[in-house]
């Protein structure tokens, strides 16, 4: 890059791309994207004479196109750079983890205070439907159809509790 200095460089949390951080002696610049694969490519040719000009004279495509930019217009003067990873599957697991130890507990909770008597009412899934009634409990509400029966519930609350104890098992 004519009239900048490259300071320092990231590789992209999937390893496909290499950031270059290009201040320019004037106190601005950029940073510029370049795909690994076609600088691999490109370097382990032996057609090319990579001493006499840059690599990406040689392969255009070196510079992405299309969805991931060549240039990162930054404003400023990029003195660093960070690439973020990618998905953490730890990560990834404990939010499974915790929305499903929410749904138990939300579903403990609709069991301990059935809001809507299904144990009295409608407590096999079998039974006829039953109309929604104000819960008992005080608590609001947003749901407004069929409340389901008592076993229904019991059934969704082991799902849930057997889906979180298949993770702790690691099966």
């Known amino acids: 890059m004519p009239g900048s ?10 390893g ?10 004037s106190g601005g610049g950029s940073a510029y994207v370049f795909d690994v694969e076609e600088i691999i490519k490109t370097v382990e ?17 070196i ?5 991931i930019p060549a240039v ?3 404003g400023g003067n990029p ?24 749904e138990l507990k939300k579903r403990f909770d609709d069991l301990r205070l ?13 039974d006829p439907p039953v109309p929604r009634i104000p819960p008992l409990s005080g608590r609001r509400t947003t749901v407004t159809g069929d409340p389901g029966s008592w076993k ?13 104890k298949k993770i702790a098992q690691g099966t």
């Open 79 to 102: 003195l660093g750079l960070v690439a973020a990873a990618p998905d953490d599957p730890c990560l990834t697991l404990i939010e499974k983890i915790i929305a499903l130890g929410k």
């Open 45 to 61: 040719n032996p057609a090319y004479a990579l001493k006499t000009r840059a690599v990406e004279k040689f392969n255009p495509n």
């Open 72 to 74: 990162i217009a930054i």
């Open 152 to 164: 229904g519930h019991i059934k969704k609350y082991n799902e849930v509790k057997d889906d979180l």
């Open 63 to 67: 510079i992405p196109t299309g969805a």
């Open 16 to 25: 496909k791309y290499l950031i270059g951080s290009y201040p320019t002696l």
């Open 114 to 126: 059935d809001d809507q008597d299904l144990y009295n009412r409608r407590y096999e899934i079998t």
């Open 5 to 14: 200095l490259t300071n320092n460089v990231a590789l992209s949390g999937d």
